[in-house]
C-alpha cells in the first residue's frame, strides 16, 4: 500500500535556527514528490516538485532534496512568517492524483 | 503560478439541503480536478477526480451520489454536497492540473470552502 509519513509533526524553532522536516514514502511507481506550505483556514500553496533522485530545488529559506525513499524539506535561518503546516506528497500512476503525509505544524519564534 | 478559486469561502447549511462548491481555474485549463476534504488538524484526503466532460473517479469509501460532481469545461467544476448532514461538515479543497507532452503539471490548489451543517 503507497503511503506518506511525515515527521516530527510539530516543531518548534527560534528565530534564524536551520532545521529539516523529513518525507518518507512508500509508494510502486513514484512520478514525483511535491511539497506544499498551508496557512490556517487555507489551501495549500505549492512549493516544489521532485522527479529523481538526487534533485534539488531552492526557493528563498527553503530547499528541497529527494532520494529514493525520502524527501528533506531544509529550512534555512527560518523567519516567524515562515510557521506554517508544511505538507508532503506523492504522485503515483497515471492519473495524477496525490497521497498526502500528516503534515508537519512548524513554529518559528521571534 | 496558476491560481484556483473557490466560490463560497464558507457556508452555513441546515441538515438536509444541498450545497454546491464551485472551483475554478482563473488562468489555465485545467484538464482534471481533484476535490479533497480536510478534517480539523489531519491531512488532505482525495475524494474524486474529475475530468473535463467525463463521469467523475470517486475514492473507495466516498458516496457518489450524495458527493455530485461536474466538469463542465476546462475552467470549472463542481461538488454539491446533496442531503448534507453534520457529520459532513468539513473543509472542502479543489485542486487543478494539466497534463501538457504527456507529463503532469504541478497542481495548484483553491483556497478551500469551509462547509458547516447545522
Known amino acids: 500500500e503507497d503511503q506518506v509519513t511525515q515527521s516530527p509533526e510539530a516543531l518548534r524553532l527560534q528565530e534564524g535556527e536551520s532545521s529539516s522536516l523529513n518525507c518518507s514514502y512508500t509508494?510502486?511507481?513514484?512520478?514525483?514528490l511535491f511539497w506544499y506550505r498551508q496557512d490556517p483556514g487555507k489551501g495549500p500553496e505549492f512549493l516544489f516538485t521532485?522527479?529523481?533522485a538526487g534533485e534539488e530545488k531552492e526557493k528563498e529559506r527553503l530547499k528541497a532534496t529527494l532520494t529514493k525513499k525520502e524527501s528533506f524539506l531544509h529550512i534555512t535561518a527560518p523567519k516567524p512568517e515562515d510557521s506554517a503546516t508544511y505538507l508532503c506528497?506523492?504522485?503515483?500512476?497515471?492519473?495524477?492524483?496525490?497521497?498526502f503525509g500528516q503534515g508537519t505544524t512548524l513554529q518559528v519564534k521571534p | 503560478g496558476a491560481v484556483v478559486s473557490q466560490h463560497p469561502s464558507w457556508v452555513i447549511c441546515k441538515s438536509g439541503t444541498s450545497v454546491k462548491i464551485e472551483c475554478r481555474s482563473l488562468?489555465?485549463?485545467?484538464?482534471?480536478m481533484f476535490w479533497y476534504r480536510q478534517f480539523p488538524k489531519q491531512s488532505l484526503m482525495l475524494m474524486a477526480t474529475?475530468?473535463?466532460?467525463?463521469?467523475?473517479?470517486?475514492e473507495q469509501g466516498v458516496e457518489k451520489d450524495k458527493f455530485l460532481i461536474n466538469h463542465a469545461s476546462l475552467t470549472l467544476s463542481t461538488l454539491t454536497v446533496t442531503s448534507a448532514h453534520p457529520e459532513d461538515s468539513s473543509f472542502y479543497i479543489c485542486?487543478?492540473?494539466?497534463?501538457?507532452?504527456?507529463?503532469?503539471?504541478?497542481?495548484?490548489f483553491g483556497p478551500g470552502t469551509r462547509l458547516t451543517v447545522t
Open positions: 488562468d489555465f485549463q485545467a484538464t482534471t
Open positions: 474529475s475530468n473535463e466532460g467525463s463521469k467523475a473517479t470517486y
Open positions: 485542486s487543478a492540473t494539466g497534463l501538457a507532452g504527456g507529463s503532469w503539471d504541478e497542481q495548484y
Open positions: 506528497a506523492v504522485q503515483v500512476g497515471n492519473t495524477g492524483k496525490l497521497i
Open positions: 509508494v510502486s511507481g513514484l512520478r514525483g
Open positions: 521532485l522527479y529523481s
